[in-house]
């Protein structure tokens, strides 16, 4: 499972927020992800934050038995 977190920090709160992208497609580049990221700021949906950080987190289960179906 593949996801983007994009975090953003408001200083003046000293408060964090992340917005979770479920499987982003492949081959973003920073440019775009930033981009996306001041858009959602010009569009005040996170009024007094400050983009901080952008992360693809890819997470692979193995699993070893499942003995209860």
Do not use: C, H, W
């Not at 994009?6 to 499987?23: C, S």
């Not at 580049?29 to 992360?55: C, F, H, N, W």
């Amino acid at each position: 499972m593949k996801r983007l977190y994009l975090d953003f920090y408001n200083e003046a709160e000293g408060k964090r927020r992340r917005i979770t992208v479920a499987d982003p497609i492949d081959g973003l580049t920073a440019d775009q992800v930033q981009s996306a990221m001041q858009s959602l700021l010009d569009a005040k949906v996170l009024e007094g934050y400050a983009i901080d950080r952008a992360v693809v987190v890819e997470t692979n289960s193995n699993e070893f038995f499942d003995l209860i179906q």
